[in-house]
């Protein structure tokens, strides 16, 4: 296929079949273009900022689609431990367009509240909230469906109650693998992998005893082994996970101990990038509600319940919670590291005494 962005006589080059490629129809422009219409217009009384609402809420459903596009590949590949790399730049590549999307809020912010209001009663029901695509990227990341923040005290469900297509696309990613049941499972991996997580457990396990031990005082003793003790009983790990504390597993929580503590390791460098990716993505879907937040209260205050009847701005704020956040677990990880000179002086008494 000749290059879209070539002129018609060079993209005749190639060939017969080449001969109506041009950028125009291949994107199909024309098409593109004729999607954005104001319900204001079509009322007599057009208003100049609806065009604006329009195509950025347009832009975002583009760049939602490649972000499901981009997350449901990481899925797949990680089922293969060779594929890591790729899954590693596809990941990065939706977290990369998630970010870029928040750039988008300070467009709709250009609009001040008046100019706002001229359309905002002409949209009623819709909503931003029946954006499903959006609803989509949280069931495929790992949002369960009782984490959500309900919709008026009932199932965020009962928005699309009307359109059986996407009801139907609910139970599917709701079913489906999610991202985080599937990084669990690759942490297992590689946790499992030529017993490299069992062997830096132990050498984890004398380091984590040592560190407490060396505390000053017993109430900073006392403090360190309470920080410490989930992690140091399989069954207080799985009543952390029964109370919603925890969403790995308990071997997949360390094998992300494990790749953390060793990242400066050439085989642990591409595994611990991806961790960092996963978290990054947590910190920007928090951070895109944030700037939906904010917009909304900039734009209509504090008190005015949006056009689908939600509370607004009060609904918007409990969507930022931690039940939200998929990847919590790898901050809390985070939490449990250990200076590398102490864990580095237990990995050679532990090769003296094998020598011995």
């Given at each position: 296929?000749?290059?879209?962005?070539?002129?018609?006589?060079e993209?005749?080059?190639?060939?017969?079949?080449?001969q109506e490629?041009?950028?125009?129809?291949?994107?199909?422009?024309?098409?593109?273009?004729?999607?954005?219409?104001p319900?204001?217009?079509?009322k007599?009384?057009?208003?100049?900022d609806?065009?604006?609402?329009?195509?950025?809420?347009?832009?975002?459903?583009?760049?939602f689609?490649?972000?499901?596009k981009e997350?449901?590949s990481?899925?797949?590949?990680?089922?293969?431990?060779?594929?890591?790399p790729?899954?590693?730049?596809?990941?990065e590549?939706?977290t990369?367009i998630?970010e870029?999307?928040?750039?988008?809020?300070?467009?709709l912010?250009?609009?001040?509240?008046?100019?706002?209001?001229?359309f905002?009663?002409?949209?009623?029901p819709?909503?931003?909230?029946?954006?499903h695509?959006?609803?989509?990227?949280?069931?495929?990341?790992?949002?369960?469906?009782?984490?959500?923040?309900?919709?008026?005290?009932e199932?965020?469900r009962?928005?699309?109650?009307?359109?059986?297509?996407v009801?139907?696309?609910?139970?599917?990613?709701?079913?489906?693998?999610?991202?985080?049941?599937?990084?669990?499972?690759w942490?297992?991996?590689?946790?499992?992998?030529?017993?490299?997580?069992?062997?830096f457990?132990?050498i984890?396990?004398?380091?984590?005893k040592?560190?407490?031990?060396?505390?000053?005082?017993?109430?900073?003793?006392?403090?360190?082994?309470?920080k410490f003790?989930?992690?140091?009983?399989?069954?207080?790990y799985?009543e952390?996970?029964k109370?919603?504390?925890?969403?790995?597993s308990?071997?997949a929580?360390?094998?992300?101990?494990?790749?953390?503590?060793?990242r400066?390791?050439?085989?642990?460098?591409?595994?611990y990038?991806?961790?960092?990716l996963?978290?990054?993505l947590?910190?920007t879907?928090?951070?895109?509600?944030?700037?939906?937040?904010m917009?909304?209260?900039q734009?209509?205050g504090?008190a005015?319940?949006?056009?689908?009847g939600?509370s607004?701005?009060p609904?918007?704020?409990?969507?930022l919670?931690d039940?939200?956040?998929?990847?919590?677990d790898?901050?809390?990880?985070?939490?449990?590291?250990?200076?590398?000179?102490?864990?580095k002086?237990?990995e050679?008494?532990?090769?003296?005494?094998?020598?011995?």
């Amino acid at each position: 296929m000749a290059c879209p962005f070539m002129n018609s006589s060079e993209s005749t080059k190639g060939g017969a079949d080449n001969q109506e490629m041009h950028y125009r129809t291949y994107l199909e422009v024309d098409t593109l273009l004729s999607l954005q219409k104001p319900v204001t217009e079509k009322k007599g009384n057009l208003c100049h900022d609806e065009h604006l609402f329009i195509t950025v809420h347009q832009v975002y459903e583009l760049w939602f689609k490649q972000i499901l596009k981009e997350l449901e590949s990481v899925i797949s590949l990680l089922q293969d431990h060779d594929s890591l790399p790729i899954a590693v730049r596809r990941l990065e590549r939706a977290t990369q367009i998630l970010e870029h999307t928040t750039t988008q809020f300070p467009l709709l912010e250009s609009m001040t509240p008046l100019d706002f209001r001229e359309f905002r009663d002409h949209l009623a029901p819709a909503s931003g909230f029946q954006s499903h695509q959006f609803r989509y990227i949280e069931n495929i990341v790992g949002v369960r469906p009782d984490d959500r923040v309900p919709y008026n005290r009932e199932n965020y469900r009962v928005v699309f109650k009307d359109h059986k297509d996407v009801l139907d696309k609910f139970d599917a990613t709701e079913k489906a693998t999610s991202l985080l049941t599937a990084v669990n499972s690759w942490l297992e991996e590689v946790y499992d992998k030529e017993d490299a997580g069992e062997n830096f457990w132990r050498i984890y396990e004398q380091t984590m005893k040592n560190f407490i031990g060396s505390k000053p005082n017993e109430e900073e003793k006392k403090a360190a082994a309470d920080k410490f003790a989930s992690l140091l009983d399989e069954e207080d790990y799985k009543e952390c996970s029964k109370r919603g504390d925890r969403r790995l597993s308990y071997k997949a929580f360390k094998s992300a101990l494990m790749v953390m503590m060793r990242r400066d390791e050439c085989k642990y460098s591409e595994p611990y990038r991806f961790l960092q990716l996963l978290v990054t993505l947590d910190v920007t879907l928090t951070k895109w509600r944030f700037m939906h937040l904010m917009t909304v209260q900039q734009l209509i205050g504090p008190a005015t319940a949006g056009t689908a009847g939600s509370s607004g701005v009060p609904y918007l704020k409990a969507t930022l919670g931690d039940p939200l956040k998929v990847f919590l677990d790898l901050s809390h990880v985070t939490s449990l590291l250990l200076p590398r000179p102490l864990l580095k002086e237990a990995e050679e008494r532990q090769a003296l005494d094998n020598l011995e």
